[in-house]
Nanobody, 124 residues
Framework: QVQLVESGGGLVQAGGSLRLSCSTS????????MGWFRQAPGKEREFVAG????????MYADSVKGRFTISRNNAERTVYLQMNSLKPEDTAVYSC?????????????????WGQGTQVTVSS
């Protein structure tokens, strides 16, 4: 089993920044790709960013490119999502997920383990 716990969410004004963390534990491995997804009320869950097992390659949704940065520290078993220039439309519950492959995927069904999520609210 793999456990994922997100933290770092909160309320921020438009244009502000937040950094989300996802701590992993259990039968986890640094050889797993990680992803961040978000879901706003009344909307489908959408891919935000993904990172390979080594952290050497990343991918982003077009809506967050240039504003968000995903990174990982395998020694600390933690993945981060730095969010800058936040917009009201970024408001959602953000969840991290992992899959037993070296490369991430933009499809949420490709991920096997999920955290509970952390709320991010951006006020205008």
């Amino acid at each position: 089993q793999v456990q994922l716990v997100e933290s770092g969410g909160g309320l921020v004004q438009a244009g502000g920044s937040l950094r989300l963390s996802c701590s992993t534990s259990g039968r986890t491995s640094s050889n797993y790709a990680m992803g961040w997804f978000r879901q706003a009320p009344g909307k489908e869950r959408e891919f935000v960013a993904g990172i390979t097992d080594s952290g050497g390659s990343t991918m982003y949704a077009d809506s967050v490119k240039g504003r968000f940065t995903i990174s990982r520290n395998n020694a600390e078993r933690t993945v981060y999502l730095q969010m800058n220039s936040l917009k009201p439309e970024d408001t959602a519950v953000y969840s991290c997920a992992t899959r037993r492959y070296i490369s991430p995927s933009a499809r949420f069904r490709d991920y096997e383990y999920w955290g509970q999520g952390t709320q991010v609210t951006v006020s205008s």
